[in-house]
Antibody, heavy 113, light 112 residues
């Protein structure tokens, strides 16, 4: 069974850091681009970042450039999102996705004092 | 970045009747490889998004044939031939022609 399972969300103060993880199973993780997509409460979908199969190319939405870093470990079938200098507007459910037909259930990140 | 604009933002529909959602991109979505990477996703309440249509008109596995996609270049349409109760949710168009992915604002489909 194909699964993407996110973890690492939680409550963090403004300026703080979190590292999200996405554990993949049931497909050849190393063969696919991977993405992070977020959804603020009551809002639409926003692409955050994506990473090529071998990690050699990474792209970010402008609002997170310089603060977030996407990475992957193909040996561990895992995707990561290191989030630094968090702001209130980063509050959202964060989904990992592959090929746009594999989605995790999401992990909630709340940035608040 | 490519801007994706959906209309309408809300669509009340009677069960059994058709529904249509439009999506316009700020520039052509034709990739250099000749494909057009325009997809439609459905998000039911409390659920992650689900892929319905990819490359304009290809239904993903398990998607009912009442869903269809059409269009070209910068103008695209998702049609539901006969709306069922399970179709309630928010529909998003999405472009992946550029690696900096963008989504439309979403169209909320509700039953009258």
């Amino acid at each position: 069974e194909v699964q993407l399972v996110e973890s690492g969300g939680g409550l963090v103060q403004p300026g703080g850091s979190l590292r999200l993880s996405c554990a993949a199973s049931g497909f050849t993780f190393s063969s696919y681009w991977m993405s992070w997509v977020r959804q603020a409460p009551g809002k639409g979908l926003e692409w955050v970042a994506n990473i090529k199969q071998d990690g050699s190319e990474k792209y970010y939405v402008d609002s997170v450039k310089g603060r977030f870093t996407i990475s992957r470990d193909n040996a561990k079938n895992s995707l990561y999102l290191q989030m630094n200098s968090l702001r209130a507007e980063d509050t959202a459910v964060y989904y990992c996705a592959s090929s746009w037909y594999r989605w995790g259930q999401g992990t909630l990140v709340t940035v608040s004092s | 970045d490519i801007v994706m604009t959906q209309t309408p933002l809300s669509s009340p529909v009677t069960l059994g009747q058709p529904a249509s959602i439009s999506c316009r991109s700020s520039q052509s979505l034709v990739h250099s490889d000749g494909n057009t990477y325009l997809s439609w996703l459905q998000q039911r309440p409390g659920q992650p998004p689900r892929l319905l249509i990819y490359k304009i008109s290809n239904r993903f596995s398990g998607v009912p044939d009442r869903f269809s996609g059409s269009g070209a270049g910068t103008d695209f349409t998702l049609k539901i031939s006969r709306v069922e109760a399970e179709d309630v949710g928010v529909y998003y168009c999405m472009q992946a022609t550029q690696l900096r992915i963008t989504f439309g604002q979403g169209t909320r489909l509700e039953i009258k």
